[in-house]
């Protein structure tokens, strides 16, 4: 192959591959899930345009292979159409629709819509009422039933179907105010597990062959990432792995809600340290970083001791990944401490930089009040002689109309003898009464 021809195939395969990320985020798109699956074949290797180079000239030179069709997932039609023209839009509809459930290429997205979802080996559905769920639940084996905002009558079916214990039904439908914990109930043969997330409370049934998992929320960020996560793979899943997909899925999202709450510690400290800002935005995000990492703790509580008894209910396969998640959960309460710490610092740092911002107000204060007092210091002898001189009798030198002196400055006298005597009177009290 000449150069120009590699680069033309080259160009080629790149402009597949971008119509394969067109496609794949296109939601109108009818096969839109089938450029998904290509899509996630070409990003698992390191090179997409040799990925996409090794599919392309296979389907250009070679006709599909039944093994190949039961071997791979992907639509060898499509992906020869994508191949020859470039792009994916005239691909038809799916071959085997299933109305009464999903399969796993589909938008998981589309479950909010129900409250009951069933993931098993068969792929995804869907039920509109819990006794075909469960009923559903009962037939397969290694299964999960994610139930969503359950009524009391619905909690009541599930415990007296799956033989629950009565206080495990009163702590799932009183979740929200339950501490993470780990119960195993020998005579029902099942455990049940609580395991608070960022957004709602999480309770996990956990059977010999089926997993039910309870919460509050429509379709929890937690529960799509696991849903997601199981979809991925090509083998059945134990319910013991689902159990750890799913405190695995949270331990993630309680690491992401901390780095944002590190995140704002650290813009408080660099505020305090620069400081930058008034008084009161410092205090109240002081105060709002304090009350983030109080809820933090209190998530992070109890949940080392949920994995510690959670891995001994599943095989050893798992227990280095618990392991790996209890690891995670320390390293978070460790995090909370030098972020508690921080603040604390930080705190000190800015009440010191107000009492000095005080002490220098103060002092300025105290000198201008000096300034003051040497001023009157000085007037004040002058306006003591000035008054003495400037009242409404004869006072000494003064001139009458002929320019002579008047010696009758009796009152004058008078006036000076009784202020004298006043003052001395004043002092003489003061000086009783240890005033000075």
Request: aromatic letters at 6%; charged letters at 20%.
């Amino acid at each position: 192959m000449s150069q120009r021809d590699s680069e033309a195939s080259t160009d080629a395969v790149q402009r597949i591959f971008e119509q394969l990320l067109d496609a794949a985020h296109a939601s109108d798109n009818p096969r839109q899930q089938v450029a998904k699956q290509l899509l996630s074949d070409f990003t698992a290797h390191d090179t997409h345009v040799s990925i996409a180079q090794t599919y392309s000239s296979k389907v250009k030179k070679e006709p599909a292979k039944e093994s190949d069709r039961e071997n791979h997932d992907w639509d060898w039609d499509a992906l020869q159409e994508l191949a020859h023209t470039g792009h994916v839009s005239t691909i038809g509809s799916p071959t085997s629709p299933q109305p009464s459930g999903l399969s796993s290429d589909s938008d998981v997205s589309q479950l909010a819509s129900e409250r009951f979802m069933l993931y098993s080996s068969t792929g995804v559905q869907t039920f509109v009422d819990i006794p075909d769920a469960i009923a559903t639940l009962q037939q397969q084996k290694d299964g999960w039933l994610d139930i969503t905002a359950p009524t009391d009558r619905e909690l009541d079916y599930l415990g007296q179907t799956m033989h629950v214990h009565p206080l495990t039904i009163e702590d799932m439908a009183n979740a929200g105010s339950e501490q993470d914990k780990l119960e195993r109930h020998k005579s029902q043969n099942y455990a049940f597990l609580t395991y608070r997330t960022p957004s709602s409370t999480l309770c996990i049934l956990m059977f010999a062959s089926h997993v039910i998992t309870v919460h509050g929320l429509e379709l929890s960020p937690e529960i799509r990432t696991t849903l997601i996560r199981l979809l991925g793979l090509r083998h059945a899943v134990s319910c013991g792995f689902i159990a750890y997909a799913l405190v695995d899925a949270v331990t993630d999202a309680l690491a992401m809600t901390m780095r944002q709450t590190e995140k704002t510690v650290q813009k408080v400290d660099l505020s305090v340290m620069t400081a930058s800002g008034g008084q009161t935005d410092v205090l109240r995000q002081i105060g709002t970083a304090r009350r983030e990492l109080l809820t933090m703790l209190q998530m992070l509580a109890g949940k080392s001791d949920v994995i510690r008894g959670l891995n001994r209910l599943v095989s050893e396969s798992l227990s280095h990944h618990l392991q790996d998640i209890n690891d995670q959960l320390a390293a978070l309460i460790g995090i909370c401490t030098q972020c508690e710490l921080v603040l604390t610092r930080a705190h000190a740092n800015y009440m010191a930089q107000l009492s000095l911002g005080l002490s220098r107000a103060t002092v300025g204060a105290g000198a201008f009040a000096n300034r003051w007092a040497v001023l009157a210091g000085v007037l004040l002898p002058l306006q003591i002689a000035a008054g003495f001189f400037g009242q409404n009798v004869l006072v000494p030198w003064t001139w009458d109309q002929e320019n002579k002196i008047h010696d009758n400055v009796r009152a004058w006298l008078g006036i000076l003898g009784f202020m004298l005597g006043f003052l001395l009177l004043v002092v003489t009290l003061l000086w009783r009464r240890g005033a000075l």
